[in-house]
T-cell receptor, first 115, second 114 residues
Framework: GENVEQHPSTLSVQEGDSAVIKCTYSDSASNYFPWYKQELGKRPQLIIDIRSNVGEKKDQRIAVTLNKTAKHFSLHITETQPEDSAVYFCAATKAGYSSASKIIFGSGTRLSIRP | ETGVTQSPTHLIKTRGQQVTLRCSSQ?????VSWYQQALGQGPQFIFQ???????GRGNFPPRFSGLQFPNYSSELNVNALELDDSALYLC?????????????FGPGTRLLVL
């Protein structure tokens, strides 16, 4: 069935260093890949997304890459700051089809930024 | 913050009871999806409503049901509550189009079943 695997489950980096989170999806029909950040007790917030016709997208300190052939996508955060500490979820969906565009989430990565 | 709101914020019920959770979608959105997020896990898709009809369902039993109203707001109903139903329930609204369907989440309702 549809599945998204996410690694690592926990990640601790020194403030100012980079953080990388990797995901793999199983459904080759997936065409839209959002990333959500969830702080403790709060809603998941969309931080960046990428469509299947794009290989890379960047927004300030955050970038996402997609390899459709390998069905891999990754989140890169540069110059990490304390406020980047949160749980990050990758996700995959088939947007625009007649069936429901349900989001399949990864299991999450708890990112901690050490001062 | 998104324009998606949910009520109530917290709820305590006992086993066997029924619960109704509510979601108001962001202005301009026509699709509402519901997710269950257990502690320490990623959200799991329950179902989606589009044009007032259920349009896709995850691996949840029929005691999980819903509605979407003409103003695109939505309800999630859970009957015969079980202890394992304790979770954060999130709704997400979106506008369906061909290329992408970004879903924006509400703050969630935290349900505790005793």
């Amino acid at each position: 069935g549809e599945n998204v695997e996410q690694h690592p489950s926990t990640l601790s980096v020194q403030e100012g260093d980079s953080a990388v989170i990797k995901c793999t999806y199983s459904d080759s029909a997936s065409n839209y890949f959002p990333w959500y950040k969830q702080e403790l007790g709060k809603r998941p917030q969309l931080i960046i997304d990428i469509r299947s016709n794009v290989g890379e997208k960047k927004d300030q300190r955050i970038a996402v890459t997609l390899n459709k052939t390998a069905k891999h996508f990754s989140l890169h955060i540069t110059e990490t700051q304390p406020e980047d500490s949160a749980v990050y979820f990758c996700a995959a969906t088939k947007a625009g089809y007649s069936s429901a565009s349900k989001i399949i989430f990864g299991s999450g990565t708890r990112l901690s930024i050490r001062p | 913050e998104t324009g998606v709101t949910q009520s109530p914020t917290h709820l305590i019920k006992t086993r066997g009871q029924q619960v109704t959770l509510r979601c108001s979608s962001q202005s301009g959105h026509n699709t509402v999806s519901w997710y269950q997020q257990a502690l320490g896990q990623g959200p799991q898709f329950i179902f989606q409503y589009y044009r007032e009809e259920e349009n896709g369902r995850g691996n949840f039993p029929p005691r999980f049901s819903g509605l979407q109203f003409p103003n695109y707001s939505s309800e999630l109903n859970v009957n015969a509550l079980e202890l394992d139903d304790s979770a954060l329930y999130l709704c997400a609204s979106s506008f369906r189009d061909r290329e992408q369907e970004t879903q924006y989440f509400g703050p969630g309702t935290r349900l505790l079943v005793l």
